[in-house]
């Protein structure tokens, strides 16, 4: 609830206060909407499915549609949309510090939402490559101990399974591909920025080139540490995944790597709750927003 309202709120601060409508928050609003919806389909799914069934894994209640197609496509939709815009508001800075005439020519509200459309359209491909993971709904029936205990438990449970041992074992590794692509471009962008910045490099016909320096660098540590918080907070959960994917689980039992598996989870929703949080804590601009919208 937190992490919806947040940047829900966020998204509200940018639509009333004038000054804020820049490129840069455009990206940050769909950031804030993909965050929302991985809230939404991941933490929410499993918040419901507690509610449904005492059996951890239970799909069965959710059904084919809704809980094996129509929630894991979203929930996907909304990280891979989350990584991309992070790489695509490092673009936007990296051409408005490094390549500002180029920035210039680029900038403008056609090519802005041509970007956002293959931002969603790009992320609906990667979280369409995973549905064969996990499309087929399989019944099975569970034996419990005959102690009292486990009496009212349901003997019927589901879940959802790929349609083959390649695809769920392909699962891993495309989820955490544009991951680290999406890391070494953020850093390698970030690096370039950061020498331009300390060279001082401005663009000529800037009539007030010291604020507008002040400004962009403001920025650029602002979304720098943003995207340090987002991939710091992501890592954890996807070099997991990629070492298990591999086999190599260390001699782990079932148990532990789930208790595992859900501490790194909840690590990523962490990350999609506080976004907002580090833009105001970090750049007084998007402070003074914040409280011009709450008054």
Same mark, same amino acid.
């Given at each position: 609830?937190?992490?919806?309202?947040?940047?829900?709120?966020?998204?509200?601060?940018?639509?009333?206060?004038?000054?804020?409508?820049?490129?840069?928050?455009?990206?940050?609003?769909?950031?804030?909407?993909?965050?929302?919806?991985?809230?939404?389909?991941?933490?929410?799914?499993?918040?419901?499915?507690?509610?449904m069934?005492?059996?951890?894994?239970?799909?069965?209640?959710?059904?084919l549609?809704f809980?094996?197609?129509?929630?894991?496509?979203?929930?996907?939709?909304?990280?891979?949309?989350?990584?991309?815009?992070?790489?695509?508001?490092?673009?936007?800075m990296?051409?408005?510090?490094c390549?500002?005439?180029?920035?210039?020519?680029l900038?403008?509200?056609?090519?802005?939402l041509k970007?956002?459309?293959?931002?969603?359209?790009?992320?609906?491909?990667?979280?369409?490559?995973? *549905?064969t993971?996990?499309?087929?709904?399989?019944?099975?029936?569970?034996?419990?101990?005959?102690?009292?205990?486990y009496?009212?438990?349901?003997? *019927?449970?589901?879940?959802?399974?790929?349609?083959s041992?390649?695809?769920?074992?392909?699962?891993?590794i495309?989820?955490?591909?544009?991951f680290?692509?999406?890391?070494?471009?953020?850093i390698?962008l970030?690096?370039?920025?950061?020498?331009?910045?300390?060279?001082?490099t401005?663009?000529?016909?800037?009539?007030?080139p010291?604020?507008?320096?002040r400004?962009?660098?403001?920025?650029?540590?602002?979304?720098?540490?943003?995207?340090l918080?987002?991939?710091?907070?992501?890592?954890?959960?996807? *070099?997991?995944?990629?070492?298990?994917?591999?086999k190599?689980?260390?001699?782990?039992d079932?148990?532990?790597?789930q208790?595992?598996l859900?501490?790194?989870?909840?690590?990523?929703?962490?990350n999609?709750?506080?976004?907002?949080?580090?833009?105001?804590a970090?750049?007084?601009?998007y402070?003074?927003?914040?409280?011009?919208?709450l008054?």
């Amino acid at each position: 609830m937190f992490g919806v309202v947040n940047n829900l709120f966020f998204s509200v601060v940018v639509f009333r206060v004038k000054r804020m409508r820049t490129v840069t928050n455009h990206y940050l609003v769909q950031l804030a909407v993909t965050d929302i919806l991985y809230i939404l389909f991941a933490a929410g799914e499993r918040i419901l499915r507690f509610t449904m069934s005492p059996i951890v894994s239970d799909k069965g209640s959710e059904g084919l549609i809704f809980g094996c197609i129509i929630i894991p496509f979203f929930r996907s939709l909304g990280y891979f949309a989350s990584l991309f815009f992070i790489t695509l508001v490092t673009l936007e800075m990296f051409l408005a510090i490094c390549k500002p005439i180029k920035h210039m020519v680029l900038n403008s509200r056609g090519l802005t939402l041509k970007l956002t459309r293959g931002v969603w359209g790009s992320a609906s491909f990667f979280a369409g490559l995973l *549905i064969t993971s996990y499309c087929i709904l399989e019944h099975y029936c569970v034996i419990w101990p005959a102690a009292e205990t486990y009496q009212h438990l349901p003997t *019927i449970a589901a879940s959802c399974e790929p349609v083959s041992q390649w695809a769920n074992e392909a699962h891993n590794i495309i989820q955490s591909a544009p991951f680290y692509i999406g890391l070494v471009v953020n850093i390698t962008l970030y690096l370039c920025i950061m020498r331009s910045l300390t060279k001082k490099t401005i663009a000529p016909q800037e009539r007030r080139p010291q604020v507008h320096a002040r400004a962009r660098t403001r920025v650029a540590r602002m979304l720098a540490i943003n995207c340090l918080v987002s991939f710091g907070l992501l890592a954890p959960f996807e *070099i997991f995944s990629l070492v298990t994917a591999f086999k190599t689980q260390y001699g782990l039992d079932y148990r532990t790597i789930q208790l595992i598996l859900q501490i790194l989870r909840a690590l990523g929703y962490l990350n999609s709750a506080i976004n907002p949080l580090v833009f105001y804590a970090v750049h007084p601009s998007y402070r003074r927003a914040f409280f011009e919208t709450l008054a």
